[in-house]
């Protein structure tokens, strides 16, 4: 018969490298904040575009077609699709990964802010990018008969597929990580 294992006793002498090494890990969560202020500074970039598209879909709206309407319309959707995406990596990046944001004395922040655990954040990633492929293909469908390429097409329906495809994937990955764990659904 086997001996059962000795219980681990930590090297006091190591101990205090290893609380050191322990503390400068941890706090290497703070190199993220840079990061996460760039995507502020992007959406702010994000929003002088928005704004110039607007100004152009407004210049042209009075002699467009309808098809140019909404063409210009689902312009202005994928670019606020966008940033709705760089506020939910700001959001629940930070609140994930570097520290928690105290909504306590901000009673009109949504709720989600909060609350998007990892997984919730991939789901709404790639919700949100099938959405913007979603739009890029109903632009390139609007304006067929102005510019019909065939192979342009072929390339925006089948991304648009792999994004929905790995949405799904990832969608049931979570649900049977969630069931094999005894938890709840990740996936409503």
Same mark, same amino acid.
């Given at each position: 018969m086997?001996?059962? &294992?000795?219980?681990y006793?930590?090297? &006091?002498v190591l101990? *205090?490298? %290893?609380?050191?090494? %322990?503390?400068?890990?941890?706090?290497s969560?703070w @190199?993220?904040a840079p990061? +996460?202020i760039g995507l /502020?500074v992007? @959406?702010?970039?994000?929003?002088?575009?928005?704004l110039?598209i607007l100004?152009?879909?407004?210049?042209?709206a &009075?002699?467009a077609?309808?098809?140019?309407?909404?063409?210009?319309v689902?312009?202005?959707?994928?670019?606020s699709l !966008?940033g709705n995406?760089i506020v939910? /990596?700001?959001? #629940?990046g +930070?609140?994930?990964f570097?520290?928690?944001?105290d909504?306590?004395g901000? *009673?009109?922040?949504?709720?989600?802010?909060?609350?998007v655990?990892?997984?919730?954040?991939?789901?709404k990633?790639?919700? #949100?990018?099938v959405?913007?492929?979603a739009?890029?293909?109903?632009k390139?469908?609007?304006?067929i008969?102005? $510019?019909?390429?065939?192979?342009?097409?072929i390339?925006l !329906?089948?991304?648009? @597929?792999v994004?929905?495809?790995?949405?799904l994937?990832?969608?049931? =990955?979570d649900?049977?990580? $969630? %069931?094999?764990?005894?938890?709840? =659904?990740?996936?409503?």
């Open positions: 086997s001996e059962p &294992p000795a219980p006793r930590p090297n &006091p101990k *205090p490298v %290893e609380r050191v090494i %322990e503390a400068i890990l941890f706090n969560r @190199l993220m990061f +996460y /502020v992007s @959406l702010f970039v994000l929003l002088l575009k928005f110039m100004w152009e879909f407004i210049l042209h &009075p002699g077609k309808e098809t140019d309407i909404i063409l210009g689902l312009s202005l959707i994928d670019v !966008v995406l939910i /990596v700001v959001f #629940s +930070y609140e994930n570097v520290s928690r944001i909504a306590g901000h *009673p009109d922040w949504p709720d989600w802010m909060t609350k655990d990892f997984a919730g954040l991939k789901q990633l790639l919700a #949100s990018i959405a913007i492929s739009i890029q293909v109903l390139a469908f609007m304006n008969d102005a $510019a019909f390429d065939a192979t342009k097409m390339w !329906v089948g991304v648009h @597929l994004f929905v495809i790995s949405a994937l990832l969608a049931l =990955s649900r049977w990580g $969630a %069931e094999k764990s005894g938890g709840d =659904s990740a996936v409503p």
